[in-house]
């Protein structure tokens, strides 16, 4: 099984930024992606960002230019830096974890990020 914890959203204003991690343990496959989706209240949950364990990036148009996903595989750990914080980035943010091999795909419990002054 794998399990997948998120931390580091809270309150911040607009123009700030803030830093979420996802750590996974469990019986984490080599080769896998991760990747942040976000819900906004009232809405369907969108692809932020995702990351291969090979390095390969993608992002959706929204966040481009201000959002950084980044990996560190030895400590099974995904990061979504986010700079330039705009209110329409509220939300709450899932980390998911997808093995390809005999697919298999695990969320996060999500953590809330709120932008308002």
């Known amino acids: 099984q794998v399990h997948l914890v998120e931390s580091g959203g809270g309150l911040v204003q607009p123009g700030g930024s803030l830093r979420l991690s996802c750590a996974a343990s469990?019986?984490?496959?080599?080769?896998?992606?991760m990747a942040w989706y976000r819900q906004a209240p009232g809405k369907e949950r969108e692809l932020v960002a995702a990351?291969?364990?090979?390095?390969?990036?993608n992002y959706a148009d929204s966040v481009k230019g201000r959002f950084t996903i980044s990996r560190d595989n030895a400590k099974n750990t995904v990061y979504l830096q986010m700079n330039s914080l705009k209110p329409e980035d509220t939300a709450v943010y899932y980390c998911?974890?997808?093995?390809?091999?005999?697919?298999?795909?695990?969320w996060g419990q999500g953590t809330l990020v709120t932008v308002s002054s």
């Open positions: 469990g019986s984490i496959f080599s080769i896998n992606t």
């Open positions: 990351i291969t364990s090979g390095g390969s990036t």
């Open positions: 998911k974890y997808v093995r390809h091999t005999a697919y298999l795909e695990v």
